[in-house]
């Protein structure tokens, strides 16, 4: 039974910066892969990063250059640091597990319970 522990989110200004932290439970196995999503009120839930194993990530093209994923593979947590954020990047962040990579970018196993984040302009 995975479990996830969310926090980090909250309100900033356009520009300001978050830092969400997502810390599963220690069955997970450390060669899981691990990712973030968002979603906004009537739209689906969209990928945000993802990191594997070996520390391979993918992001969004929306977010490149301003968010950056990172694990603590010891603390099995996955960070989503987030710089310049926008309004248009308001929304329930989730963390989410897998076997691999493959798999966590198109229909994770495991999901958090979501982290509101809300950038005012």
């Known amino acids: 039974q995975v479990q996830f522990v969310e926090s980090g989110g909250g309100l900033v200004q356009s520009g300001g910066s978050l830092r969400l932290s997502c810390a599963a439970s220690e069955l997970m196995a450390d060669y899981y892969a691990m990712g973030w999503y968002r979603q906004v009120l009537g739209k689906e839930r969209e990928l945000v990063a993802a990191?594997?194993?070996?520390?391979?990530?993918i992001y969004v093209n929306s977010v490149k250059g301003r968010f950056t994923i990172s694990r603590d593979a010891a603390k099995n947590t996955v960070y989503l640091q987030m710089n310049s954020l926008k309004p248009e990047d308001t929304a329930v962040y989730y963390c989410?597990?897998?076997?691999?990579?493959?798999?966590?970018?198109?229909?994770?196993?495991?999901w958090g319970q979501g982290t509101q984040v809300t950038v005012s302009s």
């Open positions: 990191i594997d194993s070996g520390g391979t990530t």
């Open positions: 989410a597990a897998d076997r691999s990579i493959v798999t966590v970018v198109r229909r994770p196993a495991y």
